[in-house]
């Protein structure tokens, strides 16, 4: 599948790019999706929660009256966890959520949310801009040029560029990335991917 490139200005630049099939024309596979999603929010969980036990908390040991003879449940110390102010019981622990997955699945879901994205005729292929400062405002231009204002917008550089990450990075529904750490979750999660020339041959060599 061929593409035309934009330039900065949003006019076509004559040049066009080919999706390769393997990569952005196989039928996708949503458990695939769905596990590399869980994997992505999961390790986005810090699992610092923690609630005292029985054992943690401040208070006497001392038996609150004694075991027989008054005709009611027996108590032990005031820690009990069905007194007020006692330990919780099988409280939150810190833990981490993250788990394994292996990498041709991983690699998999890529492939099916940018085929999804396809079938959507949701990317579209940009020129690598170049910022001489970070503005801004000459992300929004940008944005204006390709009429993407106002939608969830995910820019793929071939390579780390700081200008053009700063210039997004006030803007709440652009997000900035690059080929080589792209995950399927910030795929999904945008309304149109901006795909630069040299990221499409990146993603076609590393997920090919």
Avoid: W
Wanted: hydrophobic fraction near 35%; proline fraction near 3%; glycine fraction near 8%.
């Amino acid at each position: 599948m061929e593409l035309a490139v934009l330039n900065t200005s949003g006019q076509e630049t004559g040049r066009s790019v080919t999706l390769s099939d393997e990569v952005f024309g196989i039928e996708p596979k949503d458990h695939a999706i769905y596990l590399a999603v869980k994997q992505y929010l999961a390790n986005q969980r810090q699992g610092t929660h923690k609630a005292k036990e029985r054992a943690e908390i401040k208070g006497s040991t001392k038996k609150l009256k004694k075991q027989k003879g008054t005709g009611s449940a027996r108590f032990g110390d005031i820690k009990n966890p069905i007194f007020r102010g006692g330990g919780r019981v099988f409280g939150p622990r810190p833990r981490d959520y993250g788990f394994k997955l292996n990498k041709k699945v991983k690699q998999l879901a890529r492939k099916s949310a940018l085929a999804y994205k396809v079938k959507d005729a949701a990317i579209t292929i940009l020129e690598t801009p170049k910022f001489d400062n970070p503005k801004t405002k000459d992300y929004i231009k940008l944005l204006d040029a390709l009429s993407l204002s106002g939608k969830k917008t995910l820019l793929v550089l071939p390579d780390h560029d700081k200008n053009v990450y700063l210039s997004s990075r006030n803007l709440q529904k652009a997000n900035v990335s690059v080929a080589s750490q792209l995950h399927t979750y910030e795929i999904l999660h945008a309304d149109t991917l901006i795909l630069c020339e040299g990221s499409v041959e990146k993603l076609n060599e590393m997920l090919g």
